[in-house]
């Protein structure tokens, strides 16, 4: 089974337009992370959220924590096709034998028209 | 954050070789990671590498078939060994973030076996 839930899988939106991506973890979570990879390539560090309730925006990225469901939401408002990408969520579910270890969604493939 | 340099970017192989991926870190980190990501799925934790020490490998993966090498604390290496079609993925490594930085990841080896 999935620890980490993305929805949607993939997501087509005009230039401009306001988008939620969210992540639904069915363990505790102990840090959330969001991740922005191009086809093929790395992944780029967008935001690190620890505490519930947290909530950080970076440029026209703001992500959010909700401790007590276990879900973080990342929403881009006025969307720009340097916007797209897989955009991936991965958590530290805290699990004892490796630490350090990030559980991942299968990302959230955002495409933008100008 | 950590800068880190991961190669070759990418390599097509012959089934039953073997190929070997460098990581190099610009800073002392004292736990490397290492993921794969298969095609349209999300990045799987392979194995953590701590220098002086075996690496710590997840259900499923075995060293025999990834061996990896942590000689000091900004080099890593993870060999993928005879390959089969099913090791076409994208291997990445990662190194765990200063503060608020979260988890850096290098670009990523598309690997591809023929």
């Known amino acids: 089974s999935q620890e980490l839930e993305q929805s949607p899988q993939s997501l087509i939106v005009q230039e401009g337009k306001n988008l939620t991506i969210n992540c639904t973890s069915s363990k505790t979570l102990y840090g959330l992370y969001w991740y922005k990879q191009k086809y093929g390539e790395g992944l780029i560090f967008l935001m690190m959220l620890q505490k519930g309730g947290e909530e950080k925006s970076h440029e026209k990225i703001t992500a959010k924590l909700d401790e007590k469901k276990q879900q973080s939401s990342l929403h881009i408002t006025a969307s720009q096709p340097s916007h797209a990408g897989i955009y991936l969520c991965g958590a530290d579910l805290g699990r004892g034998s490796t630490l350090g270890r990030l559980y991942f969604g299968r990302g959230t493939q955002l495409t933008v028209w100008p | 954050s950590a800068v880190i340099s991961q190669k070759p970017s990418r390599d097509i192989c012959q089934r039953g070789t073997s190929l070997t991926i460098q990581c190099q870190v610009d800073s002392q980190v004292t736990m490397m990671f290492w993921y794969r990501q298969q095609p349209g799925q999300s990045l799987t934790l392979i194995a953590t590498a701590n220098q002086g020490s075996e690496a710590t490998y997840e259900s499923g993966f075995v060293i025999d078939k990834f061996p990896i090498s942590r000689p000091n604390l900004t080099f890593s290496t993870l060999t993928v060994s005879n390959m089969s079609p099913e090791d076409s993925s994208i291997y990445l490594c990662?190194?765990?973030?200063?503060?608020?930085?979260?988890?850096?990841f290098g670009s990523g080896t598309r690997l591809t076996v023929v």
């Open positions: 990662s190194v765990e973030g200063i503060g608020r930085y979260g988890y850096t």
